[in-house]
């Protein structure tokens, strides 16, 4: 009897830290005619197990080139995992799509092994946090200065390092978030320059952990609390009447 050989296919386990070749044990896929774009559709989820963790891994691909219709044949993306999903999911509206959007690229580049890619990301994320929550603020050197010409106003953007130093400086992140931001800044400008460098993915998957951290603190978490003491005082006019 000839023994079946086990396909496999290729996705970032998240405990092995790794890209590995899950055995797999089912596929679903889809392929159709988009009429308005006039362009072939390929699908495909792959489920299987990690072959050396044997953690449940789910990963997706869509067709890229179309045999017969624009190459010789198929081609299809790299796998990205759907599940388990480790990229962090957070609750507040208030979170600005910029800092998403970066987060989900940076996911995305650990995930495909571009290290370098990744902590570019992690730094624009952690940038537009910056000049989110104190852009709409003034500075201590801008009040009292009403009269300040538009020109003055339309001063340069915040930039990464001068940004986490005042979120320090104005207590929206602590000592410990400050190291954390600097480290990742210091990662960044080693990433953004077309130097000769490598960035392992361990450390990358840590400085990932460290900004999901900070957006969580900065936002989800100081929602809760406002929350918290909303029905804390809430409780209290209760009493009261
Ligand atoms: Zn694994």
Avoid at 51 to 80: H, K, M
Avoid at 170 to 177: A, Q
Avoid at 184 to 205: V, Y
Wanted: net charge negative; aromatic share 8%.
């Amino acid at each position: 009897m000839a023994i079946a050989k086990k396909r496999t296919f290729i996705i970032d386990c998240h405990v092995c830290k790794a890209k590995v070749a899950a055995i797999e044990t089912g596929r679903a896929e889809r392929f159709s005619f988009d009429d308005e774009a006039s362009l072939p559709y390929g699908n495909r989820v792959f489920i299987g197990n990690c072959p050396s963790c044997d953690i449940i891994l789910v990963g997706e691909s869509d067709q890229i080139d179309f045999e017969n219709f624009d190459a010789y044949e198929d081609r299809w993306s790299d796998v990205v995992r759907v599940f388990p999903n480790p990229s962090k999911s957070f609750s507040s509206w208030r979170i600005p799509r910029v800092v998403t959007d970066s987060l989900n690229e940076a996911d995305r580049s650990l995930q495909a092994g571009a290290n370098i890619a990744a902590c570019v990301m992690l730094g624009r994320a952690l940038e537009a946090l910056c000049r989110d929550v104190l852009e709409s603020k003034p500075t201590e050197t801008e009040t009292g200065t009403e009269t300040a010409s538009p020109s003055a106003k339309s001063k340069k953007r915040l930039m990464l390092g001068e940004g986490i130093k005042r979120l320090r400086d104005t207590k929206v992140i602590d000592d410990r978030l400050y190291d954390w931001s600097q480290q990742l800044q210091a990662f960044r400008n080693l990433a953004a320059h077309p130097e000769d460098i490598s960035i392992s993915r361990e450390d990358a998957g840590d400085l990932q952990t460290f900004v999901n951290a900070i957006v969580e603190y900065v936002y989800d978490l100081a929602d809760r609390y406002d929350e918290f003491k909303t029905r804390a005082l809430n409780r209290a006019m209760r009493k009261k009447n």
